[in-house]
């Protein structure tokens, strides 16, 4: 017997008609490209998104087209995507810090039909224009009297488009498995590969992403979404904020300290997110200014692990509450998020701190499971660390236009390419990349933990440990290290300040300054630059 209730597709524009309705006053702030602080609303923000469907509309733009969008955080990049989707086309997030040949790989892969794009980004779109002759032409989110003096062909002004039409449209009717949005793995092995989400797992994805236990995001709140929508939907934060009626703080181009810390104080944000190295700048500027974060309330990191300095940092300096939270583009990202269970609230603020530096346990819809190479089952124990698998309906089945083959196990499990431990409690904790754990004589070594206790060092900006070449172990950590600002750390005292906080056999075997490490365009550091740079280094212990 089938349930007797209503059939209400799960579709991605419900989120801002709730806004529309019932928060339609609530403001949405933009550090906009073009320098100045721009306000809004979501009445605004839902009318204007329905000119764009219908400006598109009229420039032959139908189901399914996809349409890339090269573009920061702002409202109009917001605005586009709920004109996207509200025709039944895809938007599909271009990430500028891709390298160009990865970029015009990935727009003629997807076919994308128009590309919408920040006028900051002209001179990569003029690079590539040669290399995709199947892009019909290019809005840029400016005024007509902004738009960039440039050789590309068929320029639009996002704002005359959304001049030129009024908001009398209708959504077009969708199913809820209908393609939604495209967002391209940064491709560290490989081509990428791009991840193609539907209305229906948009929708499932934000409301776990925003229950009490994750962002758990209220009306009431201001969200400064610093994670840039072009990196996994900006954690679900572009859907979730209508949702609940936040007021939202979108920041634009800077992600300096001095420009976050300005947004965060002069809106007083009580939420925001991103990954560590934003927050590695925003803590060095507010050590250097001697500045509080008396608004802020609740800080989302993730993306790479927190280390435990920026963590207590938060908790401790800022009494600000760190989430840390662990997920990937196949999984809309969100998987895992360190909220307490019972009881331990009441823990030490030491022993509180082991938790979150865990990448904490699966949100509902979430299946975990971690195995060891024969694809056996491991305990969860805090201990065994193997392969880490997930399942669920808002985790990818396949790459766009089948790549990479089939990518399920036969239970259906995707295998996320992270190693981790699950304690009893379901904690997981995330041991290293299974191609970056460093195999030494037979037993693992944990890059990403030897890394986050590096940067406790307080002469020691950032960390990267990679494995290098052993006769007798095969492999060896060598640790890599970015000095901090006007100190000159040596050797002999970082492997002092290491010696009474690893296993003996965990310490790496020598130690190297550079001047910067090379990271991934989604803020990761980029191992595979680091492996080439040092292919060729013997260890003083080989
Ligand atoms: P990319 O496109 O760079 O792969 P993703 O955000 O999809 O970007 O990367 C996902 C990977 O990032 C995960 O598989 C994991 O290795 C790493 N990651 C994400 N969050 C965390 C975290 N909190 N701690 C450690 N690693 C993380």
């Not at 015009?104 to 128009?114: G, L, P, V």
């Amino acid at each position: 017997m089938r349930g007797l209730m209503q059939e209400w597709p799960l579709l991605v524009h419900t989120f801002i008609d709730h806004a529309k309705i019932h928060h339609g006053e609530r403001e949405i702030v933009t550090r906009k490209v073009e320098g100045d602080i721009h306000s809004t609303t979501y009445s605004e923000i839902y009318s204007r998104s329905k000119k764009f469907a219908k400006a598109l509309k009229e420039l032959g733009v139908t189901k399914s087209d996809v349409i890339g969008t090269l573009a920061w955080n702002t409202h109009r990049h917001l605005e586009s995507w709920y004109g996207i989707t509200g025709l039944g086309a895809i938007y599909h997030t271009l990430n500028p810090r891709l390298f160009t040949e990865q970029l015009d790989y990935i727009i003629n892969h997807a076919d994308n039909k128009f590309i919408i794009s920040d006028i900051s980004f002209v001179e990569i779109l003029e690079n590539i224009q040669d290399k995709i002759p199947n892009v019909q032409g290019f809005i840029f989110l400016c005024e007509k009297s902004d738009l960039p003096d440039t050789k590309l062909k068929n320029v639009y002004s996002y704002e005359e488009l959304i001049n030129s039409q009024d908001d009398n449209f209708e959504w077009v009717k969708l199913e809820e498995n209908d393609a939604c949005g495209l967002c391209y793995t940064s491709g560290t092995t490989g081509n990428p590969k791009g991840v193609l989400y539907s209305h229906r797992s948009n929708v499932l994805h934000t409301l776990v992403a925003n229950s009490a236990d994750a962002m758990g995001i209220k009306s009431t709140d201001v969200v400064m979404p610093v994670v840039p929508m072009f990196h996994a939907n900006a954690w679900g934060l572009s859907f979730s904020a209508p949702m609940s009626g936040c007021k939202v703080v979108m920041p634009g181009m800077n992600m300096d300290g001095e420009s976050i810390y300005e947004l965060l104080n002069d809106h007083k944000v009580t939420f925001t997110a991103a990954v560590p190295t934003v927050w590695l700048m925003l803590l060095q500027y507010l050590e250097a200014n001697d500045l509080k974060l008396p608004y802020l309330e609740r800080v989302a990191i993730g993306g790479s692990a927190v280390p435990r300095v920026m963590l207590e940092k938060f908790e401790k300096n800022y009494d600000v509450s760190v989430m840390h939270a662990w997920g990937m583009t196949e999984m809309s990202p969100l998987g895992t998020i360190g909220a307490f269970k019972s009881g331990m609230e009441e823990l030490s603020f030491d022993e509180q701190m082991d938790i979150k530096l865990k990448q904490g346990r699966a949100s509902y819809m979430v299946e975990m499971k971690i195995t060891d190479d024969d694809g056996n089952d491991l305990p969860w124990n805090g201990k065994d660390f193997g392969h880490l698998l997930v399942r669920g309906p808002f985790i990818a089945s396949k790459y766009m236009k089948g790549d990479g083959g089939q990518i399920l196990d036969n239970q259906g499990f995707f295998d996320t390419g992270d190693v981790a431990t699950i304690d009893e409690l379901g904690f997981m904790q995330i041991t290293d990349r299974s191609k970056d754990v460093i195999k030494s004589g037979g037993e693992w070594i944990s890059s990403i933990e030897l890394e986050n206790i590096a940067v406790g060092h307080p002469d020691i900006a950032e960390a990267a440990v990679i494995g290098i070449f052993h006769p007798k172990w095969d492999e060896r950590p060598l640790l890599i290290c970015v000095p901090a600002e006007g100190k000159d750390p040596n050797k002999d005292n970082v492997l002092e300040y290491l010696e009474d906080k690893l296993a003996k056999w965990w310490m790496p075997d020598d130690v190297v300054f550079v001047d910067e490490i090379p990271h991934t365009a989604t803020g990761k550091i980029q191992k595979l630059t680091l492996r080439e740079q040092f292919a060729d280094y013997e260890l003083p212990t080989a």
